[in-house]
């Protein structure tokens, strides 16, 4: 089997234990008292919040990659199989985070937007994300490359971007969730 058929057949075999569908039971609220309203927890708005990632971190990817691999193309692949891969962890991760422990700073609850709340929430799933996440980005990198040592060059520098681009956009979509969020969307 040729190389690059064998680092397709390792991607593909990465991706589908991480793209199995995360479900739950939905849980109701208890007590007299009005329930707080909470962003959307679809999966639909974690892939909208992964996709958005996912191109910061595609332009990040393409420079350490390039580099890298002193090719563009090569770099542009390899960009792009880490960003496909990592997109279904992120988008699992997010929809869990949201689905138990839902964002309910919003506009509609007549709160101001609370940065620090945001920040911390995301730290908190970014300590889930960022595990997982290195994981499957090193393997593809090794996967792809076929060198250790490349991977131990471009999986550091790589890592260290993330973590601007993790807390950039999910503090954008916690701010963006609390100001689209209307009074109305109780039924959600």
């Known amino acids: 089997m040729p190389l690059i058929d064998r680092r397709l057949v390792?991607?593909?075999?990465?991706?589908?234990?991480?793209?199995?569908p995360v479900t739950s039971l939905a849980q109701t609220a208890t007590g007299s008292a009005a329930p707080e309203l909470a962003a959307s927890n679809t999966i639909g708005h974690a892939a909208a919040k992964g996709l958005t990632l996912k191109v910061i971190n595609g332009v990040a990817g393409l420079a350490v990659f390039s580099t890298?691999?002193?090719?563009?193309?090569?770099?542009?692949v390899l960009a792009?199989?880490?960003?496909?891969?990592?997109?279904?962890?992120?988008?699992?991760?997010?929809?869990?985070?949201?689905?138990?422990?839902?964002?309910?700073?919003?506009a509609a609850n007549n709160q101001s937007f609370n940065a620090v709340w945001s920040v911390g929430r995301n730290t908190a799933k970014f300590l889930t994300f960022k595990p997982a996440v290195v994981a499957v980005d090193w393997s593809v990198i090794y996967l792809y490359t076929g060198s250790l040592a490349s991977t131990l060059?471009?999986?550091?520098?790589?890592?260290?971007?993330?973590p601007l681009t993790f807390y950039a956009n999910n503090v954008a979509w916690d701010w963006y969730d609390w100001w689209s969020t209307p009074a109305t969307a109780a039924g959600k």
């Open 153 to 162: 060059t471009m999986g550091p520098a790589y890592s260290i971007l993330s």
């Open 68 to 76: 890298g691999t002193g090719s563009l193309v090569a770099g542009g």
């Open 80 to 106: 792009a199989a880490v960003a496909a891969s990592s997109f279904t962890v992120f988008v699992a991760n997010d929809y869990i985070w949201d689905r138990f422990f839902p964002n309910t700073n919003l």
């Open 10 to 20: 390792m991607i593909a075999a990465l991706l589908v234990p991480i793209a199995w």
